[in-house]
């Protein structure tokens, strides 16, 4: 079974407007850890934003900010005034465990075009 | 800060020959580093996790002897594609965990092979 399911391989966005990026994800384990990734054509993949199971407020780091719904297993991605570099693939991932060292686990990713 | 470097960025080489990609974190120390790889237009497969001083731990289905991993210090791992064949074309990409901590692992700029 897929422990990250990411259902839009592709999303489009006008420049300056909002987005949501998809990702539910399955897990037994009461403690895991969800992250957002973005990897630019050139292939590097970029940490944007961290949520541990037992934060209470969601995360947000500058435009993005992670819509954490436990109950829902649902953690998706909105990223606020789209801007042209923007345009990349997205890559929610899924570590079971707290500890930075265990395996995380990615989805497969949607790649978003931003529209001038 | 938390920069990790790949070299070689881009390698060709011909059928039957090893080739060897080095990971290092550039600005801090990473006792756990992760090998990646990627195939165009799909996800991320951890392909093994190397720690210092020991052993590294493969994923199911990896073969070690083919893909060599030694992480010989606190800032440096090595994956060795060993006879490589056309097949092991693909984009490989390592990460470093900060020893002193951190929610996320940081990755490098990746590395592609093409085998001839």
């Known amino acids: 079974a897929q422990k990250i399911t990411q259902t839009q391989p592709g999303m489009f966005v006008q420049e300056k407007e909002a987005v949501t990026l998809d990702c539910t994800y399955d897990?037994?384990?009461?403690?895991?850890?969800l992250f957002w990734y973005k990897q630019p054509s050139s292939g590097e993949m970029i940490f944007l934003i961290y949520q541990g199971s037992y934060d209470q407020q969601n995360a947000t780091e500058g435009r993005y900010s992670l819509n954490f719904q436990k109950a829902r297993k649902s953690a998706n991605l909105v990223i606020s005034a789209s801007q042209l570099g923007d345009s990349a693939m997205y890559f929610c991932a899924m570590r079971e465990g707290l500890e930075s060292y265990q395996k995380v686990t990615f989805g497969t990713g949607t790649k978003l075009q931003v529209i001038p | 800060g938390a920069v990790v470097s790949q070299h070689p960025s881009r390698v060709i080489c011909k059928s039957g020959t090893s080739v060897k990609i080095e990971c290092r974190s550039l600005d801090f120390q990473a006792t756990t580093m992760f090998w990646y790889r990627q195939f165009p237009k799909k996800s991320l497969m951890l392909m093994a996790t190397?720690?210092?001083?020991?052993?590294?731990?493969?994923e199911q289905g990896v073969e070690k002897d083919k893909f060599l991993i030694n992480h010989a210090s606190l800032t440096l791992s090595t994956l060795t594609v060993t006879s490589a064949h056309p097949e092991d074309s693909s984009f490989y990409i390592c990460s470093a965990l900060p020893a002193s901590g951190a929610d996320t692992q940081y990755f490098g700029p990746g590395t592609r092979l093409t085998v001839l």
């Open positions: 190397s720690n210092e001083g020991s052993k590294a731990t493969y």
């Open positions: 897990t037994s384990d009461p403690s895991y850890g």
